[in-house]
Every structure is written in structure tokens, then in C-alpha cells.
């Protein structure tokens, strides 16, 4: 037998009955009235709307404000204090308000902010500690550099001096050996005209001596004269270095002058191919240390002072037009190496350090060329000559 549970609607009540489907006969069955009913499934209902609406109201204003104080503003503020530190701004804690995950990063994040601060303090004290010994290293050295070049201008300087002291010995000692020989002749002669032994001979050959020995030590004189005139013009150019016009083509000849017991005893020509009137504006002081630079540093590094080489040192002035001139300068000395090449005008860089070569010369020149004249200089490679430069100068007339 089979019975089936079924529930049904009769006059007002619900019915609910276990049938017999086989002979439909009903066992069982329970009614009560449908409005009992809805009246109790009403009030289930009622009940479960509200606390339907009274849980989703607190879960609308509850959630949002649980989140915004437990997740949002921890994370914004974490957000600020990234913000910050963007801006070099390592003074910042973050407060804490949930002990949680977010709680747990944010104190990682003050712990690593004063990490970085306290490391940033730290290297900019190291920093501040090391740049000031750099600074004192470098204005020591800059000191030293001082010295030293002053110390090289003096050089040259000296140079200069004992080139002139060589050159005014020459028609110095001529003038001295004339006036010696006018005043033996003069006791002489004094000495008949007091005796009255005289002859018109004697003293025509006194009066052909007096003449040529005062025109003997007046031409020696002048040359002296001359000499200590371009010394003067030149020591005082190097001490007192002002913006003057002068003829560069016989400036030049005057400093190859002042370095002549510099090439004493040397097989060395200085060719020049120059006009013989240039006349610019410029400093000469600067022009002789230029040329004397480059001149010594060919016979020191180029012919190693080689008395036996045939040496020849090439000058060349060219204007290219009014307002820039060219030199160029060379000689047929030792080749220079490419490192050499490379490091020539850094200061301190010398291959005959040995000797006492103080690495300053060609820095110097270098220096006077770019900042005093504010030219160009610049080395040629050449495999016929042993140094070969030019020079670029602005030029005002």
C-alpha cells in the first residue's frame, strides 16, 4: 500500500492528510482555519521584514564606517606618509589604531621611515664631513698649483734676466775695452803736451783714435741702451701684465732674444714666417710666457739638450682675417707619445719629472691661451715633426 502526504483548501481551512493511493481512501487529516493561519505567518513575517531591514540598515552604516575606520584611513594615511617621503620629508609617524594586518604594516612603515631618517642623517654628515676635507684638499692644492706656477713665471722671469745680463756683457765689455784704450792713449798724448815732445802725427793719430773709440762705445752703449729698453718692456709685461697694443712679429723677436743663453752651445735654428708689422691689442705678458713656455719646453723635452742635435723650432703667423690669427708652431724634436698627446696641458703632467720639470709649463700656456686671450689651442698630430700646435687667437687691431 502506498500513502502519499497531501495538503488542500476546503470551505476556509487548510486540510492536511495522509491518503491511501491506491483506494484513495484518507486516513488522517488535520484543518485550521486560513485565517488563524495567516494571521500567525503574518506576524513570522512581519518579524523576520524587520529584522531583515534592521540588519541590512546597520549593514549600509555599520560595514562603511567599520571600513572607513578600520581599513580606508589607516591605508590613506599610510598613502600620506609615502606622499612625504616622496618630498624628502622624514619626520613623520603614522598612529596606530587596529592592532591587525594594517596595524602591523603601518608600524613596519614608522620603524622603516626612521631607519631612513636616522641613515639620511648619518650619510649627510658623512657627506658635509667629506666635503669639507675635499675642500681643503682642494684649496690646498689650488694653493700649491699657485705657488708653483708663480714659481714657473719666475723661472722664466730668470730666464729672461740672465739672457739679458749675457747679452749687455757683450757691447759693455766692447764700450769698457775702448774707454780703456781712449784713456791710455789720453795719458799719453797728455804727457808730450806737457814735455812739448808732441808731433802733429802723434796727435793726428790720437784724434783718429779718440774718434773711433767714442764712436765705438757710443754704438755699444745704444745697444746696451736697447737691450735693457726690451728688458724693461718684457719685466714689466711679465709683472704687470696690461692690455697694450704692440708689433707681435718683433715682440716675438725680443723673447727668442731674452732665450738665447738658453740655446747656447745648441744646433738650433728658430725659423719665423711672420709680417713684419702686426700690430694687435692684447697682453703681452702673456704672449711671452706663451712663446718662452713652448720654446724651453722644445728644448727640454724635444732635443733632451742635445748640444750635438741640429734642431730647427718653425713659427708661423698667419692672419686669417682682421679679426683672428693663426700660429703655428712646431719643431723636428723627439715625437711625442699618444698618452703624451692626450695629457700634455693637464698640470702636474711631465715625462722628465726626473729632472725637475714641474709639469706646469704647457698647463700654463694652455690657460694663458683659452681664459687670458681667450683663444683655442690644440695639438697637430705630424709624422714628419716632433711636436707640432696651433693657436687660434681673436685678435683687435
Known amino acids: 500500500m502506498e500513502r502519499r502526504f497531501v495538503k488542500y483548501l476546503e470551505k476556509g481551512y487548510y486540510y492536511y492528510s495522509v491518503l491511501d493511493t491506491e483506494n484513495y481512501s484518507i486516513y488522517y487529516r488535520i484543518g485550521f482555519p ?30 562603511p564606517l567599520f571600513l572607513n575606520q578600520s581599513i580606508i584611513k589607516p591605508v590613506m594615511r599610510l598613502l600620506e606618509g609615502v606622499k612625504s617621503i616622496e618630498n624628502n620629508n622624514y619626520n613623520i ?45 682642494l684649496n690646498t692644492l689650488q694653493k700649491t698649483q699657485d ?28 764700450a769698457k775695452t775702448a774707454s780703456s784704450h781712449l784713456k791710455g792713449k789720453t795719458k799719453i798724448v797728455e804727457k808730450k803736451i806737457k814735455d812739448n815732445t808732441i808731433t802733429k802725427s802723434e796727435f793726428e793719430e790720437y784724434i783718429e783714435v779718440t774718434d773711433n773709440s767714442t764712436t765705438l762705445i757710443e754704438t755699444n752703449l745704444e ?27 718683433q715682440y716675438i723677436d725680443d723673447i727668442i732674444f731674452s732665450l738665447k743663453p738658453n740655446l ?13 708689422i702686426l700690430k694687435i691689442k692684447t697682453y703681452p705678458g702673456a704672449v711671452y710666457q706663451i712663446f718662452s713656455n713652448l720654446i ?11 748640444i750635438k742635435r741640429h ?5 708661423k703667423l698667419v692672419l686669417l682675417d682682421k679679426n683672428l690669427l693663426e700660429i703655428d708652431y712646431s719643431n723636428n724634436g723627439e715625437k711625442i707619445s699618444k698618452e703624451t698627446e692626450t695629457n700634455i696641458f693637464e698640470p702636474f703632467f711631465t715625462t722628465n719629472r726626473s729632472q725637475g720639470s714641474t709639469g706646469l709649463g704647457m698647463h700654463i700656456v694652455y690657460n694663458l691661451v683659452t681664459h687670458k686671450l681667450s683663444g683655442m689651442i690644440k695639438i697637430i698630430p705630424d709624422d714628419e715633426n716632433g711636436f707640432h700646435l696651433q693657436i687660434l687667437l681673436p685678435v683687435n687691431k
Not at 523576520?48 to 540598515?57: G, V
Not at 747656447?264 to 713684419?276: D, G, R, V, Y
Open 34 to 63: 486560513i485565517i488563524d493561519y495567516r494571521k500567525d505567518v503574518h506576524l513570522i513575517t512581519s518579524k523576520l521584514i524587520w529584522l531583515i531591514l534592521i540588519s541590512t540598515i546597520s549593514i549600509i552604516i555599520l560595514i
Open 93 to 137: 609617524k603614522i598612529d596606530i589604531s587596529y592592532e591587525d594586518e594594517i596595524g602591523i604594516v603601518t608600524r613596519n612603515f614608522n620603524r622603516m621611515v626612521q631607519s631612513i631618517s636616522q641613515s639620511k642623517n648619518t650619510l649627510e654628515t658623512l657627506v658635509a664631513k667629506r666635503t669639507s676635507e675635499l675642500e681643503n684638499t
Open 147 to 174: 705657488h708653483l706656477i708663480e714659481a714657473e713665471k719666475m723661472s722664466s722671469l730668470g730666464n729672461l734676466v740672465a739672457g739679458v745680463a749675457h747679452e749687455i756683457n757683450t757691447p759693455v765689455g766692447i
Open 223 to 249: 745697444k746696451a741702451i736697447q737691450i735693457i729698453k726690451n728688458f724693461k718692456m718684457v719685466s714689466v709685461d711679465q709683472a704687470h701684465d696690461e692690455l697694450r697694443t704692440i708689433n707681435l712679429s
Open 264 to 276: 747656447k752651445n745648441m744646433k738650433i735654428i728658430i725659423n719665423q714666417t711672420k709680417p713684419e
Open 296 to 306: 724651453m719646453n722644445s728644448i727640454i723635452h724635444g732635443f733632451k739638450n742635445d
Open 311 to 315: 734642431g730647427k723650432i718653425q713659427i
